[in-house]
């Protein structure tokens, strides 16, 4: 891990296209603004953590059994008009 120290409005540059900015320092926490493409996500951990944990749970609702089926299921509704 890399530490570095900075001041208010002073800016880290990763890679040539994310930069993070030091907005606020306050008594128990700092602000901090990051700029990045919009392709880059950009989570706090817990929003990271709960993105995974719903992940894992719809890839583990859909069984095996059930996904064996589907190119049999696509394959029969080809031919069918959407509404």
Do not use: C
């Amino acid at each position: 891990m890399l530490v570095l120290t900075r001041k208010i409005n002073e800016r880290i540059i990763i890679g040539d296209d994310i930069e993070i900015v030091l907005v606020d320092i306050g008594k128990d926490q700092v602000k901090i603004g990051i700029n990045a493409p919009k392709t880059v996500k950009v989570h706090r951990w817990e929003v990271y953590e709960e993105i995974q944990r719903e992940n894992k749970a719809a890839a583990k609702s859909k069984g095996a059994d059930q996904l064996k089926s589907l190119p049999d299921d696509i394959f029969k509704n080809l031919g069918k008009k959407t509404k």
